[in-house]
């Protein structure tokens, strides 16, 4: 079984950094094309950035208009693991942060179409 587990939350201030990563185990990870998404309480799940299956030369990446600009994925396929940057951070990006994977759809950012999740980490900005 596919499983992802992600780290790297935490409390940070407005204007500060953090990077996430997700490790993803039990299948073959240049298979997966990968995302992540984030969820606020009383919101729903939104797509932050994705990112192909190629990382060379460059993995081809899409963003959610929100983060352009200031958050940075990546992937190391030799690590089996993701990466989110996250820099000049907001208020607004505190949220639950969840990694995501699926062979099928390329750049998605919507949930219903990744078929593999971790169980999140926390992001609050205060």
């Known amino acids: 079984d596919v499983q992802l587990v992600e780290s790297g939350g935490g409390l940070v201030r407005p204007g500060g950094s953090l990077r996430l990563s997700c490790v993803l185990s039990?299948?073959?990870?240049?298979?997966?094309?990968l995302a992540w998404f984030r969820q606020a309480p009383g919101k729903e799940r939104e797509g932050v950035a994705a990112?192909?299956?190629?990382?060379?030369?460059?993995?081809?990446?899409r963003y959610a208009d929100s983060v352009k600009g200031r958050f940075t994925i990546s992937r190391d396929n030799a690590k089996n693991t993701l990466y989110l940057q996250m820099n000049s951070l907001k208020l607004e990006d505190t949220a639950m942060y969840y990694c995501?994977?699926?062979?099928?759809?390329?750049?998605?950012?919507?949930?219903?179409?990744?078929?593999?999740w971790g169980q999140g980490t926390q992001v609050t900005v205060s």
């Open positions: 995501a994977a699926d062979r099928r759809y390329y750049l998605r950012l919507q949930s219903r179409e990744y078929a593999f």
């Open positions: 039990g299948d073959i990870f240049t298979d997966h094309y």
């Open positions: 990112i192909d299956r190629d990382v060379d030369p460059d993995g081809t990446t």
